[in-house]
Nanobody, 126 residues
Framework: QVQLLESGGGLVQPGGSLRLSCAAS????????MGWFRQRPGKERDFVAA????????SYEHRVKGRFTISRDSAKNTVYLQMNSLKPEDTAVYFC???????????????????WGQGTQVTVSS
């Protein structure tokens, strides 16, 4: 069982930055592959970024590559999403997920994730 708790969302102006945190309990973040997804009202949950168990493999959705960075702190059992140069189209609820499927290195498919946090709202607006 893995519990995930996101934080760090809020209102930011276009061009600004936010850092989202996903604190895990129940398992070490080094034992699961993790990812960030986002969901707009009435839309499906879309992939944003993922990080492998080892922490040395990452993957990004093409629209955020170069602006967002996924990382983790094993000592704090927390995964982060640093978001820079934010755009209004980045507005969404952001979720972190964890997959315990051992064959998954990194995944952009939400159906491969076993556990989810409750989400944190990010609003980019002037």
């Amino acid at each position: 069982q893995v519990q995930l708790l996101e934080s760090g969302g809020g209102l930011v102006q276009p061009g600004g930055s936010l850092r989202l945190s996903c604190a895990a309990s129940g398992r070490a973040v080094s034992s699961v592959a993790m990812g960030w997804f986002r969901q707009r009202p009435g839309k499906e949950r879309d992939f944003v970024a993922a990080i492998s168990r080892s922490g040395d493999v990452t993957s990004y959705e093409h629209r955020v590559k170069g602006r967002f960075t996924i990382s983790r702190d094993s000592a704090k059992n927390t995964v982060y999403l640093q978001m820079n140069s934010l755009k209004p189209e980045d507005t969404a609820v952001y979720f972190c997920g964890a997959t315990t499927v051992s064959s998954v290195l990194v995944s952009a498919a939400p159906e491969e994730y076993d556990y989810w946090g409750q989400g944190t709202q990010v609003t980019v607006s002037s």
